[in-house]
């Protein structure tokens, strides 16, 4: 069975980091280009950002250039979002994602929420 | 960026009716997808390539359009259908529309 399970998220100060991570079964990781999406409560779904089968290329919504941090370990089949100087705007839902046919997302971890506050 | 649009913001329509979402960009896209989401649930693929059925989604879901104007068609409503969709595009990088919330009349 397909299964993409995120980590716990949990409460940080504004400026704090978090590192997230999702555990892929049931398909083998390195044969995927991985996303991450956000959804603040709420509200609508929020591409963040992407990642190819072997790390080399990444992508990331601008509201998240350079604070946040895509990667993955394949051998792990595990993929990961480090997330630096959150913002209380950061505060959402956020989803592990397999990327599909034709660039769509066909596979969603349950979600795990971010909260940033003080 | 390109920007989606999804009209109506709700739609109120009755088990059994037929559903019409619309889903318009800002500029032309090269594919299109469309997905559900029921409350307190992750979303899920229903259409990709603008009229692919993703794997088990029903046939009263269904896809067309191209360029800038997609419509997402529920043939017969069923009462797991009341959810909010999202279409969403990925010529260069991913956007999605705001949603339509479809709800029980």
């Known amino acids: 069975e397909l299964q993409l399970v995120e980590s716990e998220g949990g409460l940080v100060q504004p400026g704090g980091s978090m590192r997230l991570s999702c555990a892929a079964s049931g398909f083998t990781l390195s044969n995927y280009w991985m996303h991450w999406v956000r959804q603040a409560p709420g509200k609508g779904l929020v591409w963040v950002s992407f990642?190819?089968?072997?790390?080399?290329?990444?992508n990331y919504a601008d509201s998240v250039k350079g604070r946040f941090t895509i990667s993955r370990d394949n051998a792990k089949n595990t993929l990961y979002l480090q997330m630096t100087s959150l913002r209380a705007e950061d505060t959402a839902v956020y989803y592990c994602?397999?990327?599909?046919?034709?660039?769509?997302?066909?596979?969603w971890g349950q979600g795990t929420l971010v909260t940033v506050s003080s | 960026e390109i920007v989606l649009t999804q009209s109506p913001g709700t739609l109120s329509s009755s088990p059994g009716e037929r559903a019409t979402l619309s889903c318009r960009a800002s500029q032309s896209v090269s594919n299109l997808a469309w997905y559900q989401q029921r409350p307190g649930q992750a979303p899920r693929l229903l259409i990709y390539?603008?009229?692919s059925r993703a794997t088990g989604i029903p046939d009263r879901f269904s896809g067309s359009g191209s360029e800038t104007d997609f419509t997402l068609t529920i043939s017969r409503l069923e009462p797991e259908d009341f959810a909010v969709y999202y279409c969403q595009q990925n010529t260069g990088s991913w956007t999605f529309g705001q949603g339509t919330k479809v709800e029980i009349k």
């Open positions: 994602v397999r990327g599909g046919a034709l660039r769509s997302l066909d596979c």
């Open positions: 990642i190819n089968y072997d790390g080399s290329t990444t």
């Open positions: 390539g603008a009229s």
